[in-house]
């Protein structure tokens, strides 16, 4: 029988994967982890050694598609001046079923006819509670 798996595949039972897993990892792997899962990830670390990994430019490309790690907590983009609404931009934010539009005018906010001077004033309105208008509204 003739197989296409890498001599890691062949040589190494589920005791010695966890042990390299460790290594490469830094902790032990979930309990719940598939040998296969074991096996794919050993294999990549010694091509990764081997053949010297993923090139920056590609984790750079990557890391645009993944969210940060739970612990450091989740990717904040500072508006830039590209980013911000102009005016004549409708923000729209759908609340607890109902749809809430917001226009963006040169003095300030309109939303259901009336002015505001911020998205945090509209936010507070439509929640009851005191929210950054702008994390409200994604903007």
Same mark, same amino acid.
């Given at each position: 029988?003739?197989?296409?798996?890498?001599?890691?595949?062949?040589?190494?039972?589920?005791?010695?994967?966890?042990?390299?897993?460790?290594?490469?990892?830094?902790?032990?792997?979930?309990?719940?982890?598939?040998? @296969?899962?074991?096996?794919?990830?050993? $294999?990549?670390?010694?091509?990764?050694?081997? %053949?010297? &990994?993923?090139?920056?430019?590609? *984790?750079?490309?990557?890391?645009?598609?993944?969210?940060?790690?739970?612990?450091?907590?989740?990717?904040?983009?500072?508006?830039?001046?590209?980013?911000?609404?102009?005016?004549?931009?409708?923000?729209?934010?759908?609340? @607890?079923?109902?749809?809430?539009?917001? $226009?963006?005018?040169?003095?300030?906010?309109? %939303?259901? &006819?009336?002015?505001?001077?911020? *998205?945090?004033?509209?936010?507070?309105?439509?929640?009851?509670?005191?929210?950054?208008?702008?994390?409200?509204?994604?903007?």
């Amino acid at each position: 029988m003739t197989t296409s798996a890498s001599p890691t595949q062949i040589t190494l039972a589920r005791p010695e994967l966890m042990k390299a897993w460790s290594l490469a990892y830094g902790g032990p792997p979930s309990k719940n982890i598939s040998t @296969r899962l074991l096996r794919l990830a050993c $294999d990549y670390n010694r091509q990764a050694k081997e %053949y010297g &990994g993923i090139r920056k430019s590609t *984790l750079r490309e990557l890391r645009k598609y993944v969210p940060a790690p739970y612990k450091t907590g989740p990717i904040i983009e500072t508006p830039t001046a590209t980013t911000k609404p102009v005016p004549g931009t409708r923000l729209v934010r759908e609340w @607890r079923g109902n749809t809430h539009m917001v $226009d963006i005018e040169e003095n300030g906010f309109v %939303y259901q &006819g009336k002015s505001y001077r911020s *998205l945090s004033a509209i936010a507070r309105t439509i929640t009851g509670a005191r929210w950054s208008g702008p994390r409200f509204f994604g903007v």
